[in-house]
Every structure is written in structure tokens, then in C-alpha cells.
């Protein structure tokens, strides 16, 4: 609601600005007015914000605005559909992820600040459970249940889409568990990990990334990339798998995350040529 909002705000903007009218007709809106105001959106700079929208940014403003104008069409509320002929132009970003190696620097980094420690923690936690921030910060030791293969297992339901999530625990995952069981932050907020703003989480992740040695922009959201890519792709786990850990409903969201290595595409080759050789023998064997 607040992103359709923020949406809202700049349609008004764009009315009064470029349009000089305070409101408009749904059955005015038309091609041109779509064009309008994706031109508006690109050459907007929001105030106080470090660079002006990006080219995905405007297309998801246009593709809320979309979402009521098509509510509007099947409702025939209008006879037509304004966007029938308008393509949404999409950027493709290269989603940051850790490598093996800065994972394992993050990992075994000593800090001497307390409060980067607990970061770090949470952030390596993430990568290990493919578990988002929000999801997190709500976990309690009723998440945590004993799995049909007799390990810890957290049980939980993304906060962003109401789906179930059941994952696993590896060895690293349950170690800060462990950590953090009786701290007396943890004590207080009944949760199984040390709560804390999202927006200072990431502050402090700049931090962490200078201390350990880490060039990459680092955020809290890398870490669900990191176990998509890192931690369960690279190892071979199938990506219906990927997708069941993190809560998706379709695997085009989780291929989003999912990058294939390149040493993983070499070791599945490797694989191959020794199948191929291995039936090229018998064939010449069987031949003999």
C-alpha cells in the first residue's frame, strides 16, 4: 500500500505539472498519457535522493498505475484498455552475491566491536537459511522443530506472500543459534536471534564489508542470493529445491537469484565427458 502510495503522489505530481489538471477521466487515458508519464518519471529527481529514478523503478510506478487501469477495464468501468499496446523496457541487473572465499573471510573475521559481530552473524545466518530480514527478526523457538530426518529444521511462513517455508539447518546456521540462546537481547525479545532496524543492519553491513575486505556493495538481501548461488546451486541442489527453501510459488522467481557458476558448469561437463567415455569404452568393448 505505501508503494502504491509513493505511485499515487507521482501521478498527482504529473497532472498538475505537465497535464495542468488536478484529475482526469479513466476513459481519457490513453497511449500518449502513458508515454507522458514514463517520460516524466525518467527525468524526475526525487528530492534528497542521491540520482534520479532508475529505468526498472519507473517501470514498476507504471506497471501499479497498469494494475488499476486493467481493475478498471474488467470491471468495464472503460470500454477499452489503454495499455493494450504498451510494452513494459525492463533493465537486467546482475543480482551481488558472496563468493565461497568472502564467505568464509566474513565467517572466521574476529571483530572487535560487538555490534558488527552480532551483524555479521545475522547476515551469515541468512546465507545459510536463505531466510529474508523480516522473517528473521520474527523467529522464535516455536519456529524451530525437530525435522522428518531428526535435525532442527525452522518452520515458518514469509512474511511478504503468507507461503510456508521448512528449511533444514546446516551446521553453520545452528552454531549461531546456539550463540545467541540465552543473550540477554535475546532474552528480552523472545526471539532466537538478536533483533535489530533494518536500516541500521545495512549501515552496519557497509562496516563489515570494510573490516573483512569486501569490495561489493553489501546488503541484507545478498544473503538470500548468496544461498541461492553460493551455498545450494553451486553444491548441486536442484533448483526446484532452491525454490521450495525460499519460499517461492514459481521457479521464474527463483531463476531471479540463481546465477551457475562457472566451476560448476565446468565440474557438469567434466561429469559428462567421463559418461560419454565411459559408453564409448563399453561400445568398443561389445564391438570386440
Known sequence: MRNFGVTENYLNKFLNKVKKITDIYLKELDYKFLCDFENYLANYW?????KALSQNTIMKHIQRLRKMVTLAYHMEWIPRDPFVRWKPVYEKKQREFLSENELLNMETFEFSIERL???RDLFVFS?????SYVDIMNLTEENLVLGMDGGNWIYTKRQKTKSAVKVPLLGKA?????KYEG???TEITGTLLPVITKEKLN??????????????NLTFHMARHTFATTITLSNGVPI????????HSKIATTQIYARVLEHKVSNDMD?????????????????D
Open 46 to 50: 526525487p528530492v534528497g535522493h542521491p
Open 117 to 119: 559481530e552480532r551483524v
Open 127 to 131: 546465507c545459510y537459511t536463505g531466510i
Open 174 to 178: 545452528e552454531e549461531i543459534i546456539s
Open 183 to 185: 543473550h540477554p537481547m
Open 203 to 216: 549501515v552496519y553491513l557497509k562496516e563489515v564489508a570494510h573490516f573483512v575486505g569486501i569490495k561489493k
Open 240 to 247: 526446484e529445491t532452491v525454490s521450495k527453501l525460499l519460499g
Open 271 to 287: 561429469i559428462l565427458k567421463n559418461k560419454l567415455l565411459k559408453n564409448k569404452n563399453e561400445r568398443i568393448k561389445k564391438a
